[in-house]
C-alpha cells in the first residue's frame, strides 16, 4: 500500500480488525520513511459495477461518490455515524446481488432514498428534492403528502 504522505510503496500493517458489521477490514497502517500513520478498508467486490447515465453514458460505480451524496443529504443532522455506514455497505451489497454489472443511475437514486427514509426522514427529503428535480414549493408539498400517507392537508386550512 502506498503512504498517502509521502508516496513510499511499502507500508506496514500494525493493526487489522474486522468493522462493526464485519463487511470490512479496518487496517492501522505505519510508513517508515516518513512515519506518517493512516487506516485502509479493505472491502470484498463481488463484481465491477458500471453506472448507466441518463445520456446513456456508462461510467465505473465509486462507492465513495455514493457515500458523499449521502453524507451531503445527512449534513449537520443527529445520525450515527456507525448506521450510515452499514447502510452504505448494504447498499452496495444489493446492487452488486442484482445480478447486472450495469445499474441504471435512477435504480441507484432510488435505493438511496430508500437507505436515507430508514435513517432520517429530513435526509430523505433533502435527497428526493435533487433528485427529483424539485422546482416549486407544490412539489415539496405533493412529496411530503405521499409521505404522510396522502392525510388530507386540505382540511386542516
Partial sequence: MRCPFC???DTQVKDSRPTDDRAA???RRYCPECGGRFTTFERVQLRELYVVKRNGRRV?????KLQRSIDIALRKRPVDPDMVERALNKLVRRLESMGESD????????QIMQALAGLDQVAYVRYASVYRNFRQVDDFEKFLDTMAGGD???DDA
Avoid at 60 to 64: E, Y
Fill in 60 to 64: 465505473p460505480f465509486d462507492r465513495d
Fill in 152 to 154: 388530507d392537508r386540505a
Fill in 103 to 110: 445499474i441504471a443511475s435512477e435504480t441507484i437514486g432510488e
Fill in 25 to 27: 477490514v479496518r487496517r
Fill in 7 to 9: 508516496q513510499h510503496d
